[in-house]
T-cell receptor, first 113, second 114 residues
Framework: EDQVTQSPEALRLQEGESSSLNCSYT??????LFWYRQDPGKGPEFLFT???AGEEKEKERLKATLTKKESFLHITAPKPEDSATYLCAVLGVNSNSGYALNFGKGTSLLVTP | GAGVSQSPRYKVAKRGQDVALRCDPISGHVSLFWYQQALGQGPEFLTYFQNEAQLDKSGLPSDRFFAERPEGSVSTLKIQRTQQEDSAVYLCASSSTLDSDTQYFGPGTRLTVL
């Protein structure tokens, strides 16, 4: 069964203090790994898709990387507006995992001035 | 362009009432998904449509939950005889044929059952 585990559950950073969020996964054939950002009271906002080990994607202060077992979301010099919950999800090649995103519980990030 | 919209944004129901939640996907998106998100958890899959066909309803928690998409665009998630454990945020997502893997989410409907 597909499984996604995110750590830490919560992270508090000072503005400018870089860090990384982790997403460990087990899936029978990875079709894609996704990162979303979710602000309170809003739906998840798409950030990145990673398809194969070694792939990296960047957007402003965020960089996502992928290995065969985990993905990292690196946040460089974060700002208070980066505060949100970051969700990781996988799509597998088998059964409904081929179209139904399997999400982790998320990492709640707070960046203080 | 317009994103996925959902209505109502908030719904309070008394236990035993029926509710209907609406989703307007991004125009032209053939795939539509419903997810349920409990407080502090990630979204969990409920059901999937491709155009008007419901291809997977394996995530619906009970036969009190019913979803439809009769014309292949707007979708409605109906919950009959609501229970307190149905309280959650219900998220709708859609994806296009050009990039079928990327799902774009609406703002969700927060359902509270008293």
């Amino acid at each position: 069964e597909d499984q996604v585990t995110q750590s830490p559950e919560a992270l508090r950073l000072q503005e400018g203090e870089s860090s990384s969020l982790n997403c460990s996964y087990t899936v029978s054939g990875l079709r894609g790994l996704f990162w979303y950002r979710q602000d309170p009271g809003k739906g998840p906002e798409f950030l990145f898709t990673l398809y194969s080990a070694g792939e990296e994607k960047e957007k402003e202060r965020l960089k996502a990387t992928l290995t065969k077992k985990e993905s990292f979301l690196h946040i460089t010099a974060p700002k208070p507006e980066d505060s949100a919950t970051y969700l990781c999800a996988v799509l597998g090649v088998n059964s409904n995992s081929g179209y139904a995103l399997n999400f982790g519980k998320g990492t709640s990030l707070l960046v203080t001035p | 362009g317009a994103g996925v919209s959902q209505s109502p944004r908030y719904k309070v129901a008394k236990r035993g009432q029926d509710v209907a939640l609406r989703c307007d996907p991004i125009s032209g998106h053939v795939s539509l998904f419903w997810y349920q998100q409990a407080l502090g958890q990630g979204p969990e899959f409920l059901t999937y449509f491709q155009n008007e066909a419901q291809l997977d309803k394996s995530g619906l928690p009970s036969d009190r939950f019913f979803a439809e998409r009769p014309e292949g665009s707007v979708s409605t998630l109906k919950i009959q005889r609501t229970q307190q454990e149905d309280s959650a945020v219900y998220l709708c997502a859609s994806s296009s044929t050009l990039d079928s893997d990327t799902q774009y989410f609406g703002p969700g409907t927060r359902l509270t059952v008293l």
